[in-house]
């Protein structure tokens, strides 16, 4: 069993940054590919970003790509989403999401947090 637990979340302006965390526990965070999604108000959870188990992978959806960086830090059991150039359209609930494989894009992630709120004001 693995616990995710994101935080930073909060209301930026657009245009703004905003860096997400998500702590894991619970078993060894080298063996866990991790993923970030969303989900906006009456739309259906999408991807954001995904990160191998090293670091060494990355994959963007292409609505973030070029604003969005996927981090980890192994020695802290944390995974980061730094996001820049906010739009109101980033809204939404962010997840963090722990895999023992490497799921990508794909939604089936074995472990899910409890997400934190990121409100972009025009």
């Known amino acids: 069993q693995v616990q995710l637990v994101e935080s930073g979340g909060g209301l930026v302006q657009a245009g703004g940054s905003l860096r997400l965390s998500c702590a894991a526990s619970?078993?060894?965070?080298?063996?866990?590919?991790m993923g970030w999604f969303r989900q906006a108000p009456g739309k259906e959870r999408e991807f954001v970003a995904a990160?191998?188990?090293?670091?060494?992978?990355?994959v963007y959806a292409d609505s973030v790509k070029g604003r969005v960086t996927i981090s980890r830090d192994n020695a802290k059991n944390t995974v980061n989403l730094q996001m820049n150039s906010l739009k109101v359209e980033d809204t939404a609930v962010y997840y963090c999401?722990?895999?023992?494989?490497?799921?990508?894009?794909?939604?089936?992630?074995?472990?899910w947090g409890q997400g934190t709120q990121v409100t972009v004001s025009s």
């Open positions: 999401a722990a895999d023992p494989n490497w799921i990508g894009r794909h939604h089936s992630y074995a472990y």
């Open positions: 619970g078993r060894t965070f080298t063996n866990y590919a």
């Open positions: 990160i191998s188990w090293s670091g060494i992978t990355t």
